[in-house]
């Protein structure tokens, strides 16, 4: 008899069936383990199938899956390239007319759609949004800066003006101003004088006999075209005696007066501004004796270049005295030292790179102070050298050596 297993008509999940099966053994012990036996064996049997089965099954579908490629591949191969084209033809019209039916249709579809809402737009919106209608740009003529003011004129003097705050309100070097106005550093703005304005950023030059468009622009340091469209001169070639010409940008000529010498040592008044001179009162200021430029009304001392040696050279005291300024000038001196020597008698050296005294201290005839530099308004190495006498500037030359 066969051992078998089998879904009963109860509830129950097996069902033992025996069916005439007599298990061995010599009591209802060994029977029983012996029909038991039989049973696991039958179940294992069963089991081992139906996972056989299963994994054949699987091992179908994967050699079918991997043979998919090749087998497309084949395909493909035989009908586009064997058929030559036929089929690639017959796809590429089907996708073509499937894709333009989806467009107009779908497209109609959205376009008829609640969500695309189309609002008119006002008036009030478009003439406010520059974004949706570009402004159109009208070209306008301005009138250039320098042009604006191109008469000099006069103006009072205020409580408070210094040539620095004129210059800066009318946008006119303090240069200009001085040149203009005949002043110097020394000068003394009273409330309610009157002084001339040059135009912006120029001078102002009274024609003389002589003179040419061309050597104006020379003594400027300008372009005579810059003079001619300026003070819309139209005949270049003659200019009138007496009139007055604004030199646009035009930078202070430079003077060079002669070098006074006297034989003898006149006194000294304490009454005036104005001293006799004193040849060698002063000892010659630095270790260097390039003049660049020399004394003049516009000019309240003589520049005394460092020139081409190696190095910056010092900066030695006229004579003995003591220091009563040693710091920046914030008008233009940079570093700069003013040393008293009594009797009236002050000198200022200028645009230094350092300083060696300090205010209050004695100084010697020869000394040295400082070291020769480019601080403050300046173009290159120099020292701005003053002789003063009860405040007013002389002539440094008619004290050196």
Known sequence: ????????????????????????????????????????????????????????????????????????????????????????????????????????????IFNSSPLVVNKPVSASYLKNTTDIIPKKEIALTSIPEERKRNQPFTYTIQQGDTLYSIGTQFKVSIDALKYVNGLTDSSILSVGKEIVIPPVA???????????????????GVAPQAIADFNYILDTGKLAVGTELVIPGGKVPVVVPPIMVYDQQPSVGFGGGEASPRKG??????????????????????????????????????????????GWDPFGLGLNVIIDHGGGYQTVYGHMSRIDVSYGEN??????????????????????????????????LNYTP
């Not at 001078?203 to 006999?209: E, P, R, T």
């Open 281 to 326: 009162y002063c000892a010659w200021p630095t270790t260097v004796w390039t003049i660049t430029q020399y004394y003049s009304w516009y000019h309240n001392g003589v520049d005394i270049a460092a020139g081409g040696q190696s190095g910056m050279p010092p900066i030695l005291s006229c004579n003995n005295g003591t220091v009563i300024r040693a």
């Open 363 to 396: 100084i010697g005839r020869g000394e040295q102070i400082g070291v020769m530099g480019s601080t403050g308004r300046s173009t290159g190495p120099h020292v701005h050298f003053m002789v003063k006498y009860n405040g007013t500037a002389q002539n440094p």
């Open 202 to 220: 120029g001078l102002i030059h009274k024609v003389k006999s002589g003179d040419t468009l061309t050597s104006i622009a020379e003594d400027y």
């Open 1 to 108: 008899m066969a051992f078998t297993t089998k879904r009963p008509s109860s509830k129950r999940f097996f069902q033992l069936s025996f069916e005439g099966f007599k298990p061995a053994g010599r009591n209802k012990i060994e029977q029983f383990f012996s029909l038991w036996l039989e049973f696991f064996r039958s179940l294992f049997l069963y089991l081992v199938k139906k996972i056989y089965f299963l994994i054949s099954l699987l091992a179908k579908i994967f050699v079918f899956i991997l043979k998919i490629p090749s087998e497309l591949k084949t395909f493909l191969t035989k009908k586009l390239i064997w058929s030559r084209g036929r089929l690639g033809r017959t796809i590429a019209t089907w996708f073509v007319m499937i894709f333009s039916f989806l467009v107009f249709t779908v497209g109609e």
